[in-house]
């Protein structure tokens, strides 16, 4: 059984500061792991995945992730932050093909 | 560019109607999705199909059913709309074997009245 928890439904910071989304999860087997965003209105688009490879992984729009073993993390970063990053972000687990498991989102909002 | 349409973006449709929702991608992909999401729920797992006519219930199948007739069009069916089914429905495809990632459609928000 695999589960993702993310902490803080809203999360609030300024133009040009630190973004940090946390999200922990749980896997009975070596996961994929995943963060995804949503603008308003939309479905979900990729921002990057973890895949058993390089531990720290870069994606879309400045953002990256640290796939953290011994934390059971996968925390979302981005140095500086920018009005176009509101949107809500979710992070997601998956063990196989037809099994992912999404967190229950956080809403950034980002104050100019 | 994997393209996932759905039918509509905006539905609004009364109780006890029969409602369907369209999926259609074009990338000769296997496996789709159906999830609804909810504030404070995430995405949760109606329904997948890993081939023509095949399909597995996901977490909440309860109320819904889906057909899969071709390989590019899987369709998400309300047979009696109730109020509680009123969410935002997102049809997702699997990019590959072994990829294990999911690429999503733009959503229909359904509202049952």
């Known amino acids: 059984a695999q589960s993702v928890t993310q902490l803080g439904s809203h999360v609030s910071v300024s133009e040009g500061a630190l973004v940090l989304l946390r999200c922990n999860y749980s896997s009975s087997v070596p996961p994929y792991l995943f963060w995804y965003v949503q603008y308003p209105n939309q479905g979900l688009q990729l921002l990057l995945k973890y895949t058993s490879a390089a531990t720290l992984v870069k994606g879309i729009n400045g953002f990256e992730a640290e796939f953290k073993k011994s934390e059971t993390s996968f925390h979302l970063t981005k140095p500086s932050a920018h009005m176009s990053d509101a949107a809500e972000y979710f992070c997601a687990v998956s063990a196989n093909n037809n099994d992912m498991r999404f967190g229950a989102g956080t809403r950034l909002t980002v104050k100019p | ?113």
């Open chain 2, 1 to 113: 560019d994997v393209k996932v349409t759905q039918s509509s973006r905006y539905l609004v449709k009364r109780t006890g109607e029969k409602v369907f929702l369209e999926c259609v991608q074009d990338m000769d992909h296997e496996n789709m999705f159906w999830y609804r999401q909810d504030p404070g729920l995430g995405l949760r797992l109606i329904y997948f199909s890993y081939d023509v006519k095949m399909k597995e219930k996901g977490d909440i199948p309860e109320g819904y059913s889906v057909s899969r007739e071709k390989k590019e069009r899987f369709s998400l069916i309300l047979e009696s709309a109730s109020t509680n089914q009123t969410s935002m429905y997102l049809c997702a495809t699997l990019t590959g074997t072994y990829s294990y990632e999911q690429y999503f459609g733009p959503g229909t928000r359904l509202t049952v009245t």
